[in-house]
């Protein structure tokens, strides 16, 4: 089992950033891919961003290309996304997720966190 939980979630003002943080505990032996995804109100939970455990490789959703960074310490065992550039429609409830290989569908991912709540003011 593993278990993630989310933090850094908040009210930010359009242009603003933020960095979230997923904390993984429970089996952490395994490799896993770690990956971002969120949930407007009204909308299907998308993908954002995943890394590989080594960093080696990343990948983002086009909405986000240029402005979110993905970056994780396996020695803390925490993955990190720094938002950058914020806009109105990044708001969205954003959820930690982690499986066992690259994919940006949400069906790859076994484990997920309870989700942070950001939200983006124009």
């Known amino acids: 089992q593993v278990r993630l939980v989310e933090s850094g979630g908040g009210l930010v003002q359009a242009g603003g950033s933020l960095r979230l943080a997923c904390a993984v505990s429970?089996?952490?032996?395994?490799?896993?891919?770690m990956a971002w995804f969120r949930q407007a109100p009204g909308k299907e939970r998308e993908f954002v961003s995943y890394?590989?455990?080594?960093?080696?490789?990343?990948y983002y959703a086009d909405a986000v290309k240029g402005r979110f960074i993905i970056s994780r310490d396996n020695a803390k065992n925490t993955v990190y996304l720094q938002m950058n550039s914020l806009k109105p429609e990044d708001t969205a409830v954003y959820y930690c997720?982690?499986?066992?290989?690259?994919?940006?569908?949400?069906?790859?991912?076994?484990?997920w966190g309870q989700g942070t709540q950001i939200t983006v003011s124009s």
């Open positions: 997720a982690a499986g066992p290989r690259i994919s940006p569908t949400m069906n790859n991912y076994e484990y």
């Open positions: 429970g089996n952490t032996s395994r490799n896993y891919i």
């Open positions: 890394i590989t455990w080594s960093s080696t490789s990343t």
